[in-house]
C-alpha cells in the first residue's frame, strides 16, 4: 500500500511536468486590424430612408460612423473597405472567413439596416474571423434621426466585447465655444458628441462662462458664471433645457463639480480672503465648509465611491495636489515631484488622478496613482490644462492653446484627446475655439 | 606595611602603564580605512521580473546532468564498434549496453532512439564492409579522432531531441513569434489574475489540431468577464501564429504544448 502511495505520489506529478509549459509574458498593442463592412439596406428602406433623412445609404453612413469611432480610439485598425470581398448583403447572413482571412481582418462587423414603422431597425453582428464564429449579435429599433447615436452604440457594444472595458463612444462633450480677439472674448456654452458631430451651442454669449462639468449619473450639468460681475453657479438641464441658478458665491469660485451621485456639487470660493472648499446639498441648498486652512484650496474632485476628495493647495508653500476624506479629515498631501501641480480629476475608474503640471514653463498633463505614485506625463505643451475624463477612464479630453505672436496674433484653444497610453494623441475638431471640456456619462445607460 | 607599599606601588606602576599605553604620540596610526559607503541590495528578480529564469536555470542543469551521463554512457558503444569487426564480444557488449541505459534513464523509447542513432551513425562511419579493412588499418590516433567525432555529434542530437522540455532557443523562437501574433486587449483590469493556460495538441508541421482552454470554467462565474475576453485573444494569437515554429525533429515532445497567456506584465507597465 506504501508502494502504490509512493508511486502515486511522485511518477504522477512526473508524468504531469512532462507536458511542456511556455510562458508568454509578452503581445503586441497594436491596433486590431477589423473590417466594418457596410450594414445592407433593401431597396425599400433605403428609399424611405432618403426622403427623411436625405442620406444616399444610411448603412454606408452608420457604419462610417463605426469605423471613424474604431479608428480615433486608436485600438483599432478598420481595413480599407475596397478590399473587401464579399457583399455586405451575404456578408451579414453568413461570412466567408478564409475571404476575410486574406485580408488580416481579425474581426468583422456585418449588419443590416430596414425600416419598420416609420421607425429605424438595426441589426448587428460581431464576428471572429480566426475562430470563424459569432460573438454578438444585436438589435435597435430608433427613430430615424438618432442613426449616428445608433453608430456610437454599436462601437460601444463592440469596443467592450474585444477590449474587456465598457466604452466611450456614445457621449457628449460639453465646452465653452470662445470667439473675438483675446482682449473681448466671447464665451458661449456649446455641446457636441464626442466625435465633433451635432455642435449646438447652449448660451448666447452675453455672459461670461467658465467650468462647465456633467453629472456623473445623469444628463445634468453645472457651470459658472458672471452676472453683474458676480459669480452665479447654474444647473442646466441639456435634455430638458430648463435652467436654474444655485447660487450667488461671494469673490473668487471657482470650478463647481457634481458628487458621484449628483446630489451635492463642491467647489471653492474666497470668503473673507480666503479661499477653501465648500459642498452644497442640491435638495436643501445647504452649504457646508469642507476645509478650513489659511492657505489657498481649489479644484476639488471627489472619487467614484464619494468617501475621498482630491484638491490643490498651496498650504506647503507650492501647489500641490492633496487628498483628504469627504469630511475633510485625514488631509495627505500626494504629489511631491518638481514644478507647480493643478486641476487634479478623480478617474471614474478609481486608480488614477489627473492633473495638470507646470515646470519649467511648460505645461504638461499627467496621471498618477491615488497615493502619489506613478506618475506618468502623457502630453508636454506650451499652455493646456483642464483634463476630463472618459466615462470608462482611458481617454482624457482638455484644451491646448497655442502662443501669440509679436503682432498678438496666432492664438487659439482647441480640444484635444490623449489615451492613458499617450501615444494616441487627438484634435477634436470644434468650429470655434474651443476651451474648458467635460465629457458626459454614457447617454444609453 | 612593606605589604601594603608593595601592593600601593604595583597598582601604581599598572596606571602609570595604562596612561602611557593610552597616551596619543604612543599610539599606533590608525589603518587607512576607506569610508564605509553603505550598499542596499536589491532583489533583482523582482526588478528584472525575468520569468524564464528559473526555469533556464533548471534547463540548463538538466542539459549538465545529461552530458555528464552522456559521456559515461557513450563509452561503450565505441568500443563495440571497434570491437565488431572481430564478431566475438560484440552481441553481448551492445545487450549490456542497452541494459546499462535503460537502468539509468526513465524513458526506455527515447534510449532506444538514442541507441539507434549512435549505432546508425556508427554504420554508416564504421560498418561499411568495403572500409572494414582500411578501418581495421587505421592509426590509434585516427581511431581516437573518429570516438572524439562520434561523441560531440551524439551529444548534440541528445541536447535537442532528448530533454523533456524545448530548449532555450526553440523556446525563444516560439515565444517570439507568439509575441508578435497576440493583440492584448487594452481594457483588461490590470490588478486582476490575467493569466489563460491554453493546451495545444500539434501535428508535426506545427498547425493546432486541438486547442483548449485550461480554466474554462472561469469564464462564466462572475465579475470574470473580461477573462473571456483574454481567452479569446490568446485563441486568436494562435490561430494567427499558424503553423506554430516548433523544432523540425522530436514530435513526440511537443506533439502536447501548453502556452501561459498572461498579459498583467504587459498592462501594469
Redesign the interface.
Known sequence: MFKILLIIFFIIPFKAFALIEVDITRGNLNPLPIAVSPLSIDENSRQNFKKILKKKNIGSEISKVVENNLKTSGLFNPLNKDAFLQAPDIANLKPRFEDWNLIKAQALITGKVSFVEEKLRVEFRLWDVLAGKEMMALAFTTVPNNWRRVGHIITDKVYERLTGEKGYFDTRIIYVAEEGPKTRRIKKLAIMDQDGANNKFLTLGNELVLTPRFNPTSQMVTYLSYFRNLPRVYLLDIETGMQEVVGDFPGMTFAPRFSPDGKKIIMSFAKDGNSDIYTMDLENRIVEKITNHPSIDTSPSYSPNGKYICFNSDRSGYQQIYIMKSDGSNVKRISFGRGLYGTPVWSPRGDLIAFTKLHKGKFYIGVMRTDGSGERLLTENFYQEAPSWSPNGRVLIFYRETETDSKGEGFSAKLWSIDLTGYNERLVSTPTDASDPSWSSLLSN | MSRSILVSSVLHLVLIMITAMSLPFLAKKPIDLPPIVSIELIQITDKTNI??AP?AKKTIEKIKEKEKKLVSEQAPPKKVKKIKPDSVPMPDDKSKKIEKVKEDK?NPEKIDNEVKQVSEFEKDELFDPNNIAALIDKSKIENAETVNKTDKITQDQQKSVDI???SLSE?DA??AQ????????????Y?ENLLVRI?LQLNPDGTVSQSEILDHARMNKPGQ??YK??A??????I??CQPLRVPSTGYE??K????????R??LEG
Request: hydrophobic share 45%; glycine share 8%; aromatic share 12%.
Open positions: 520569468p524564464f526555469k526513465q523533456s522540455g524545448l523556446e516560439l515565444k507568439i509575441f508578435g501574433c497576440w493583440s492584448i486587449p487594452l481594457g483588461l483590469p490588478n493546451k468577464g473580461f475576453v483574454l479569446e485573444s490568446a485563441l486568436r494569437a490561430k494567427l515532445r511537443w502536447e504544448l501548453q502556452l501561459n497567456f498572461d498579459a506584465e504587459m
